[in-house]
């Protein structure tokens, strides 16, 4: 039976509407990077142990754990990636090399997480189409493939110039970047310190959330992996899971928020906490003291210092009131301030600084 036997068969169509809602925002997430000054940039995805060695990966980690081509382009890289920051970070090592110490970077591409007892894949017999069972088999054995986003920035952030001096990129960058992905997304993430993921330095590093599910991190790189790899010190990065990102926004369209016509009442709360205790965790004690009322909730300022005490930090908020069918009072925002500081000493032990 030779190939002129095969019957063709066109595919007929599937009706549509263009883009699904995934690919859209995938595309919003591109163009999100690209206007914050960043360049889209494509790597191949294969590494090997002595780029996971540089980037000061344990042997123990689950990222060790990586499918291992049989007939690799290069045999020092006969591994798929399994995170994007591998090649990225080889990608600006690249651009440092060629004379650019200021890059912003960005990649988005899938990356192979092979599971452990995964059925090897089948034998299948030719000259005619699998069957149902054995395309299951075939797709069992296939490594999930998660779509991440990933940016490193080196350098200025700012440049510099007759107008003044520049800013170098710091790990508040790269949180940004990464909160704009999650708001173009539709989803908000929970921000909390990360001490021991490589490549990342351990007391300037973000861990991101969606509920329970980490999707990804957030700093400034370790300084022996920017030594390593030839690029500026300070340097900093992200990467997020952007299947599991998209997957929690959801499919529903974003909902208009009624514009309330009456004015704003503003109230600053200083709490005093352990040194231990994460942000986060005082801002959603806040949001539940304040209830409805509250707009918004901005940390603006953090103070350490003797008359605290030792292992304490005073963290300073500043609450945005309002309410949808009254002008709020005095009473109104004294009370919210009580409720804030109750549910706060609750959840985390916080003192109104005085």
């Given at each position: 039976?030779?190939?002129d036997?095969?019957?063709?068969?066109?595919?007929?169509?599937?009706?549509?509407?263009?883009?699904?809602?995934?690919?859209?925002?995938?595309?919003?997430?591109?163009?999100?990077?690209?206007?914050h000054?960043?360049?889209?940039?494509?790597?191949?995805?294969?590494?090997?142990?002595?780029?996971l060695?540089?980037?000061?990966?344990?042997?123990?980690?689950?990222?060790?754990?990586?499918?291992?081509?049989?007939?690799?382009?290069?045999?020092?890289?006969?591994?798929?990636?399994?995170d994007?920051?591998?090649?990225?970070?080889?990608?600006?090592?690249?651009?440092?090399?060629?004379?650019?110490?200021?890059?912003?970077?960005?990649?988005?591409?899938?990356?192979?997480?092979?599971?452990?007892?995964?059925?090897?894949?089948?034998?299948?017999?030719?000259?005619?189409?699998?069957?149902?069972?054995?395309l299951?088999?075939l797709?069992?054995?296939?490594?999930?493939?998660?779509?991440?986003?990933a940016?490193?920035?080196?350098g200025?952030?700012?440049?510099?110039?007759?107008?003044?001096?520049?800013?170098?990129?710091?790990w508040?960058?790269?949180?940004?970047?990464a909160?704009?992905?999650?708001?173009?997304?539709?989803?908000?993430?929970?921000?909390?310190?990360?001490?021991?993921?490589?490549?990342?330095?351990?007391?300037?590093?973000?861990?991101?959330?969606?509920?329970?599910?980490?999707?990804?991190?957030?700093?400034?790189?370790?300084?022996?992996?920017?030594?390593?790899?030839?690029?500026?010190p300070?340097s900093?990065?992200?990467?997020?899971?952007?299947?599991?990102?998209?997957?929690a926004?959801?499919?529903d369209?974003?909902?208009?928020?009624?514009?309330?016509?009456?004015?704003?009442?503003?109230?600053?709360?200083?709490?005093?906490?352990?040194?231990s205790?994460?942000?986060?965790?005082?801002?959603?004690a806040?949001?539940?003291?304040?209830?409805?009322?509250?707009e918004?909730?901005?940390?603006?300022?953090?103070?350490?210092?003797?008359?605290?005490?030792?292992?304490?930090?005073?963290?300073?908020?500043?609450?945005?009131?309002?309410?949808?069918?009254?002008?709020l009072?005095a009473?109104?925002?004294?009370?919210?301030?009580?409720?804030?500081?109750?549910?706060?000493?609750?959840?985390?032990?916080?003192?109104?600084?005085?």
């Amino acid at each position: 039976m030779g190939y002129d036997q095969i019957p063709v068969v066109l595919p007929a169509a599937p009706p549509g509407r263009g883009l699904t809602t995934a690919q859209r925002r995938r595309r919003s997430v591109a163009r999100t990077l690209a206007e914050h000054g960043l360049v889209e940039t494509l790597s191949y995805p294969f590494v090997g142990e002595d780029d996971l060695d540089a980037l000061g990966v344990p042997a123990d980690d689950p990222r060790r754990r990586a499918v291992r081509l049989r007939n690799p382009i290069s045999e020092a890289q006969p591994l798929l990636r399994t995170d994007l920051m591998v090649t990225l970070l080889a990608t600006a090592r690249r651009n440092v090399a060629r004379g650019d110490q200021d890059v912003a970077l960005f990649e988005l591409g899938l990356v192979t997480l092979p599971r452990q007892g995964a059925p090897a894949a089948p034998a299948l017999p030719g000259g005619r189409r699998p069957s149902d069972d054995e395309l299951a088999a075939l797709h069992a054995s296939v490594p999930p493939q998660p779509r991440h986003v990933a940016a490193v920035l080196t350098g200025q952030r700012d440049r510099s110039g007759w107008w003044g001096a520049g800013r170098a990129a710091d790990w508040t960058d790269a949180l940004a970047l990464a909160r704009a992905v999650a708001d173009v997304v539709g989803v908000t993430l929970e921000v909390r310190p990360e001490r021991d993921r490589a490549p990342w330095h351990p007391g300037r590093t973000a861990r991101l959330s969606v509920g329970a599910t980490v999707v990804g991190h957030a700093g400034e790189l370790h300084p022996q992996v920017l030594e390593r790899l030839d690029l500026p010190p300070r340097s900093v990065g992200l990467e997020l899971d952007l299947d599991a990102l998209v997957a929690a926004g959801g499919d529903d369209p974003v909902q208009a928020v009624p514009v309330s016509t009456f004015p704003v009442a503003k109230e600053d709360v200083a709490l005093v906490v352990d040194e231990s205790v994460a942000v986060q965790d005082v801002v959603a004690a806040i949001r539940r003291g304040a209830g409805e009322l509250l707009e918004s909730v901005r940390l603006f300022d953090v103070f350490r210092g003797e008359q605290l005490g030792e292992g304490k930090k005073s963290l300073a908020f500043s609450l945005r009131l309002r309410a949808t069918d009254r002008t709020l009072t005095a009473q109104d925002a004294a009370g919210v301030r009580k409720a804030v500081v109750a549910k706060a000493a609750k959840a985390v032990g916080a003192q109104l600084r005085s």
